[in-house]
């Protein structure tokens, strides 16, 4: 349960990263006290920011350079990849074509998913059929390589997505009469477990709500990585764990980018509260149950326009 938290802590997770491999790790009380951290973290806002992640500082910021570089190509160049249902949701979208809450988001994206063979998730998975355009988009983000740590049996074989947005700044002489909060993306949740955000430095956008409805904002802080707990984590752990409302803010000049990885459960994956968690609340079930890969599609398909699905 979110609680009225007016700040999100920064967890140093080195500890977990040096000892991860060492058979006594669940004794060791810098470990431990990580752990305790995140757990609160989890529970309080469900947001929190990491440094010691290991990821350098320099690749962080070039994912974000290659980002701002494939944004400022003219309109005709970045349509080469343009999205659609027949590419299985993959590339890029042009600004105000993403939607939450039936508004259109004034950001430009592109999306990346897992690749798997056609037919692999039966007619469920066929919306999201396709390849990613990696050649041109992220050569270098490194991303996949991180993308593979998360595959294989140790993982469950997860679904992932990335997706690299950009918010074009804005000022009174672009928009006269501007609104204060002019929506870079409405307020939403993630879907699957865990998101990474690599976000610009300098420029405050994202925002988080708190239990009296207050925004927070999560303000850059250099060489961290944002994290937040998603939609199925917060069933998996009965409500325990926040998938916590956000959204993202634009008042700066400014153009601004940030990179976010979904880490996602399995795509055919049943998700139901946890016994060892329903077992903290006398036995009660507090979220119902969601099949990963339907609250997907689902929520695909809820993000563009009919002229999109049209198209498949
Ligand atoms: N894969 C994830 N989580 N993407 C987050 C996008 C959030 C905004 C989207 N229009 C929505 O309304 O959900
Ligand atoms: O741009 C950001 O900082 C966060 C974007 C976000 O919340 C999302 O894409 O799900
Ligand atoms: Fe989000």
């Given at each position: 349960?979110?609680?009225?938290?007016?700040?999100?802590?920064i967890i140093d997770i080195s500890?977990l990263l040096c000892?991860?491999?060492?058979?006594?790790?669940?004794?060791?009380?810098?470990?431990?006290?990580?752990?305790?951290?995140?757990?609160?973290?989890?529970?309080?806002?469900?947001?929190?920011y990491v440094k010691g992640h290991g990821v350098p500082d320099s690749l962080l910021k070039e994912v974000r350079d290659m980002a701002h570089k494939f944004f400022d190509?003219?309109?005709?160049?970045?349509?080469?990849?343009?999205?659609?249902?027949?590419?299985?949701?993959?590339?890029?979208?042009?600004?105000?074509?993403?939607?939450?809450?039936?508004?259109?988001?004034?950001?430009?994206?592109i999306?990346c998913?897992?690749?798997?063979?056609?037919?692999?998730?039966?007619?469920?998975?066929?919306?999201?059929?396709?390849?990613?355009?990696w050649?041109i988009i992220i050569k270098a983000l490194s991303l996949k390589t991180l993308c593979g740590e998360f595959?294989?049996?140790?993982?469950?074989?997860?679904?992932?997505?990335t997706r690299i947005v950009g918010?074009?700044?804005?000022?009174?002489?672009?928009?006269?009469?501007?609104?204060?909060?002019?929506?870079?993306?409405?307020?939403?949740?993630?879907?699957?477990?865990?998101t990474l955000v690599n976000q610009d430095d300098e420029i405050?956008a994202l925002?988080?709500?708190?239990?009296?409805?207050?925004?927070?904002?999560a303000v850059p802080i250099p060489g961290t990585l944002v994290c937040?707990?998603?939609?199925?984590?917060?069933?998996?752990?009965?409500?325990?764990?926040?998938?916590?409302?956000?959204?993202?803010?634009?008042?700066?000049?400014k153009y601004r980018v940030s990179v976010t990885f979904?880490?996602?459960?399995?795509?055919?994956?049943?998700?139901?509260?946890?016994?060892?968690?329903?077992?903290?609340?006398?036995?009660?079930?507090?979220?119902?149950?969601?099949?990963?890969?339907?609250?997907?599609?689902?929520?695909?398909?809820?993000?563009?326009?009919?002229?999109?699905?049209?198209?498949?």
């Open positions: 349960m979110a609680t009225d938290f007016k700040s999100i802590p500890p000892k991860c491999n060492d058979p006594k790790v669940v004794e060791d009380s810098e470990v431990s006290e990580v752990v305790k951290q995140l757990l609160l973290a989890c529970k309080e806002s469900g947001f929190f190509l003219p309109y005709d160049e970045k349509i080469k990849i343009k999205m659609s249902a027949a590419t299985g949701f993959r590339g890029y979208q042009g600004i105000g074509e993403n939607l939450t809450q039936g508004r259109p988001d004034m950001q430009e994206a999306d998913y897992r690749e798997f063979k056609p037919g692999r998730y039966g007619a469920l998975g066929k919306a999201l059929e396709g390849s990613n355009k050649y595959e294989g049996l140790r993982a469950g074989d997860p679904f992932w997505i918010y074009p700044g804005i000022s009174d002489s672009i928009v006269p009469g501007l609104p204060e909060n002019y929506i870079g993306c409405g307020a939403h949740t993630d879907y699957g477990l865990l405050p925002q988080v709500r708190n239990r009296s409805g207050e925004w927070i904002w937040n707990i998603c939609d199925m984590l917060k069933i998996w752990s009965n409500g325990l764990y926040e998938s916590t409302l956000h959204r993202v803010i634009t008042n700066s000049p979904f880490y996602e459960p399995n795509f055919n994956a049943v998700i139901e509260p946890l016994e060892f968690c329903k077992q903290k609340v006398d036995g009660i079930k507090k979220c119902e149950r969601a099949v990963y890969g339907e609250y997907l599609v689902r929520k695909v398909y809820g993000n563009f326009g009919i002229e999109y699905l049209m198209n498949k």
